[in-house]
């Protein structure tokens, strides 16, 4: 039972324009979604988060939405550049469960020059 | 910066073999993780601590044990290994408390395993 999928394995985007990674998830208890990035050979590294209790989060370049009744969450990076390619992975944390963290099968973002 | 140091970048090991991997973070942290990353199946969780001597099944603890003998070091124990258990291992810290649950995981380098 996968609660937090990412659907879309890839996605491409030219430089300087949007890149949008979508999220899904099913348990309606989950009170934090983390958004990660990851480069090959390296662990992953903490991004952005929202609260259940918002429906967006801004950090420069990078902005969470949340939509609660859709049960989908979306990161947008914008401008996209060249050094943001890499894996990004969705997580989601509820307090029942102690807050561990479960994660989406991530998307690999390729920013083209 | 919290530090989450795992012991080995790669590693090769022969089927059958006991392992261990090794993972150390150094801000004093209750709250300690194992994952391990797969393609299209992302990051599952294996064992997680909540103290010192406390360990929790995750998702996938077949085939697995854990150790947290000391705070600062949880360790992964691969019984026998198996080729299954080629994946991308990765350690990862928290602090105790649900006011930090928004901030996420410290998770250390990852360690290559691959048993053939």
């Known amino acids: 039972d996968q609660q937090v999928k990412q659907n879309s394995p890839s996605l491409s985007v030219q430089e300087g324009r949007i890149s949008i990674l979508n999220c899904d998830y099913t348990n309606s208890m989950f009170d934090y979604f983390l958004w990660y990035k990851k480069y090959p050979a390296e662990g992953p590294t903490f991004l952005i988060s929202i609260s259940s209790i918002k429906d967006k989060n801004e950090d420069g370049r990078f902005t969470v939405f949340l939509n609660k009744s859709a049960k989908h969450l979306s990161l947008h990076i914008v401008p996209s550049q060249p050094g943001d390619s890499a894996v990004y992975f969705c997580?989601?944390?509820?307090?029942?469960?102690?807050?561990?963290?479960?994660f989406g099968q991530g998307t690999e973002l390729s920013v083209k020059p | 910066d919290v530090k989450v140091t795992q012991s080995s970048r790669y590693l090769v090991k022969r089927t059958g073999e006991k392992v261990f991997l090794e993972c150390v973070q150094d801000m004093d942290h209750e709250n300690m993780f194992w994952y391990r990353q797969d393609p299209g199946l992302g990051l599952r969780l294996i064992y997680f601590?909540?103290?010192?001597?406390?360990?929790e099944k995750g998702d996938i603890p077949e085939g697995y044990s854990v150790s947290r003998e000391k705070k600062e070091r949880f360790s992964l124990i691969l019984e026998s290994a198996s080729t299954n258990q080629t994946s991308m291992y990765l350690c990862?810290?928290?602090?105790?408390?649900?006011?930090?649950f928004g901030y996420g995981y410290t998770f250390g380098s990852g360690t290559r395993l691959t048993v053939v």
């Open positions: 601590s909540y103290d010192v001597k406390m360990k």
């Open positions: 997580a989601a944390s509820a307090n029942y469960q102690g807050g561990k963290l479960i």
């Open positions: 990862a810290s928290r602090p105790p408390g649900q006011g930090t």
